[in-house]
């Protein structure tokens, strides 16, 4: 079982900027794939950012140039970097893990998501 803290979050103006941070939980679960996603109200979860072990990054399309997802090497800890945000960022941004490859599915694993505000 994998469990998955998020920090970070909260309210910010349009154009400012605001970091999350999700660390996983020390598990004997192998996690390759980490990443973020959001979902606002009557809206399908999407895809924010991910990053694979080796260094692999996808990010959604309405984020990109303005967002930086990062890792710290040989530990399950992940950064989002949002610079630029707009009021349509405004979400619950929800932390993954994944034991798979991919960079393009969300894996197994959850966190309990933390608000993120942009006010115009």
């Known amino acids: 079982q994998v469990q998955l803290v998020e920090s970070g979050g909260g309210l910010v103006q349009a154009g400012g900027s605001m970091r999350l941070s999700c660390a996983a939980s020390?598990?004997?679960?192998?996690?390759?794939?980490m990443g973020w996603y959001r979902q606002a109200p009557g809206k399908q979860r999407e895809l924010v950012a991910v990053i694979s072990r080796d260094g692999r990054i996808n990010y959604g399309d309405s984020v990109k140039g303005r967002f930086g997802i990062s890792r710290v090497s040989g530990e399950n800890t992940m950064y989002l970097q949002m610079n630029s945000l707009k009021p349509e960022d405004t979400a619950v941004y929800y932390c993954?893990?994944?034991?798979?490859?991919?960079?393009?599915?969300?894996?197994?694993?959850w966190g309990q998501g933390t608000q993120v505000t942009v006010s115009s």
């Open positions: 020390r598990s004997t679960f192998s996690i390759n794939v």
């Open positions: 993954n893990a994944a034991g798979h490859s991919s960079v393009t599915i969300p894996g197994a694993y």
